[in-house]
C-alpha cells in the first residue's frame, strides 16, 4: 500500500544440506566407512595376532617349500589335530628344544618306510610326493619300516638329502617319532617372499582326509577391506571440496555482469 516492495532472497545453499565439503550425508557415510574400514582393519590383525605364529625358518631342509631365511604364518593348532602331510612347527627336547619345521609323513598307527620305486611307503601305500626337490631321489633317505606309536608322528624333511628328521633318530626309544603335544602349529603360507599359501599335499588323501586351511585369506580379505574404506572415507572431504571449488569457479562467469 506505501509503495514499498519486499522481496524475499533464498539463502545460499538453504536447506540443501550442502556446505564446503560435500554434503552433510555424504560427510556421516564417510564418517561411517572410515569407521567399519578401522574396525575390519584392525580387527583383521587382532584375529591375526590370536590365530597365527610367525616363524623365520633358518635352515633348507624344507627346500624347496620353504627356503632358509624364509617367513611364514603357522596357524595355532591343538597336536591332535594335525593330519598326513602337514607342514608343522614343533618343538622336542630331543631334537634340540628348538622350534623345528618338518612333513608329517605318517601318524600313530601308521607303518612308513623308504623307498620302493623310489618313493615313501605308508601303510603298504606309495605316496606321491611332488613337493621333493625336482630330480632328487627319495631313496636318500631310505630306512626300514617303522611302525609309529599312538599319539606320535614321524617327520620328513622335504630336502631329504640334508634334513635332521626322524630319519636322524630312529635310534632312538621313540623310533625317530615326536609326541602330537610337541607341535605347536601348522604352517599355513610363506609371506616373504610373498609364496602365498602352501599346497595341500593331495598324495596322502588315499589314506584318509587331508587338513583344511586356516583362515589367512578371509583375514586378508578384511584387512584389504578395511584399508581400502579408512581410504576411500578419509578422501572424501578433500575430493568433495576440491569439487565444490570447481563448481563455483565454472559458475563466476556465468553471474559476472
Known amino acids: 500500500m506505501g509503495g514499498e516492495s519486499m522481496t524475499h532472497t533464498a539463502p545460499r545453499g538453504g536447506g540443501s544440506g550442502t556446505g564446503p565439503v560435500g554434503s552433510r550425508t555424504g560427510q556421516r557415510l564417510s564418517g561411517l566407512a572410515v569407521a567399519l574400514g578401522l574396525v575390519l582393519f584392525l580387527g583383521g590383525f587382532a584375529w591375526g595376532a590370536v590365530v597365527y605364529l610367525p616363524y623365520t625358518v633358518p635352515t633348507s631342509s624344507m627346500t624347496p617349500t620353504i627356503d632358509a631365511g624364509d617367513r611364514i604364518l603357522a596357524q595355532r593348532v591343538d597336536g591332535g589335530d594335525v593330519r598326513r602331510g602337514d607342514v608343522v612347527v ?30 615313501l611307503k605308508v601303510n603298504g601305500k606309495e605316496i606321491d610326493e611332488p613337493y621333493l626337490p625336482d630330480g632328487t631321489p627319495a631313496e636318500i633317505t ?12 614321524f617327520l620328513l624333511g622335504d630336502e631329504r638329502g640334508s634334513s635332521m628328521d626322524s630319519t636322524a633318530h630312529l635310534s632312538d626309544a621313540a623310533g625317530g617319532t615326536v609326541a602330537r603335544s610337541t607341535v605347536e602349529a601348522r604352517v599355513d603360507a610363506v609371506v616373504w617372499p610373498m609364496d602365498g599359501m602352501l599346497k595341500r599335499p593331495t598324495g596322502f588323501e588315499p589314506l584318509g582326509s587331508l587338513s583344511s586351511p586356516g583362515p ?26 576440491r569439487t565444490v571449488g570447481a563448481r563455483r569457479t565454472d559458475a563466476e562467469p556465468a553471474r559476472a555482469g
Do not use: E, H
Not at 631310505?142 to 608322528?153: I, N, S, Y
Not at 589367512?216 to 571440496?241: F, M
Open 142 to 153: 631310505g630306512f626300514p619300516t617303522v611302525t609309529v606309536p599312538k599319539g606320535r608322528l
Open 216 to 241: 589367512l585369506r578371509t583375514i586378508g580379505l578384511l584387512v584389504v577391506v578395511g584399508a581400502v574404506l579408512v581410504l576411500g572415507g578419509g578422501a572424501y572431504g578433500p575430493v568433495a571440496k
Open 90 to 119: 614343533f618343538r622336542d627336547t630331543n631334537w634340540g628344544d628348538a622350534p623345528m619345521v618338518k612333513r608329517v609323513v605318517a601318524v600313530g598307527g601308521d607303518t612308513v618306510s623308504c623307498c620302493q620305486d623310489g618313493k
